[in-house]
């Protein structure tokens, strides 16, 4: 294994030769392995045992502006990818208040909670996209929007039945403009409610998350 990864599982977790440890790709290999070689740099082992795991049965997409505060984005995403997420779209929106991202950190902690919460699977970490060009990514049977403008009739997200590939466009501190708002309806994307309280935006991305994986 690699330096990080060799240090982690002797150094963190203490694992010593002769133990088993599961391993994966990210793409649903898993394997099962025995340490041969419990060195603090190099930890060398064994494959015993392959298998591939399924995906999730449903396709979730949360497109997410990007916020000012980085450790809320970084908590969304570990979040996200504990849920079990397949995608994540960073967006730029017209009150989008940060636009610095390091994609080599973000996935790395995509990594860990993908890990810590033993799946096989890791989400998409697309790189940060303007509002206006986002809609070109974005193929779901379902999407939706999720706004706080009172002008419009909004259902809430958990009435829906439920799609095989869903995606949800969460916007920024201080919401989406109307504009864009207009933009994402004229594009097909259903204005939805998450509540009856106003959630921050990180808040509003795990639950969009939450509630798409269990309609």
């Known amino acids: 294994m690699d330096e990080e990864t060799s240090r982690h599982v002797v150094q963190v977790l203490r694992m010593k030769e002769g133990e088993q440890l599961n391993l994966t790709d990210g793409k649903g ?38 916020l000012k505060n ?6 969304f995403l570990e979040k996200a990818t504990e849920i079990g997420v397949s995608e994540i779209i960073p967006l730029v929106c017209d009150r989008t208040e940060k636009e610095k991202f390091r994609h080599d950190r973000m996935n790395a902690i995509c990594i860990s909670a993908m890990l810590q919460s033993q799946q096989c699977w890791l989400p998409v970490l697309h790189a940060p996209v303007e509002f206006e060009k986002v809609f070109s990514k974005i193929s779901s049977e379902q999407k939706f929007i999720a706004h706080c403008d009172e002008s419009s009739t909004k259902n809430n997200l958990s009435t829906f039945q439920p799609f095989n590939s869903s995606t949800i466009l ?3 501190e201080g919401d989406f403009t109307p504009k864009e708002i207009e933009i994402a309806l004229q594009s097909g994307f259903q204005p939805v409610s998450l509540g009856e309280t106003r959630l921050r935006t990180e808040t509003a991305g795990v639950v969009a998350a939450a509630v798409l994986m269990n309609l």
């Open 170 to 172: 969460i916007g920024p």
């Open 29 to 66: 290999k898993l394997l099962t392995c025995e340490i041969k070689e419990a060195g603090k740099k190099s930890c060398y082992v064994e494959v015993k045992a392959t298998s591939n795991r399924l995906s999730n049965a449903r396709n979730i997409s949360i497109a997410i502006s990007l």
């Open 70 to 75: 980085t450790n809320r984005f970084e908590w």
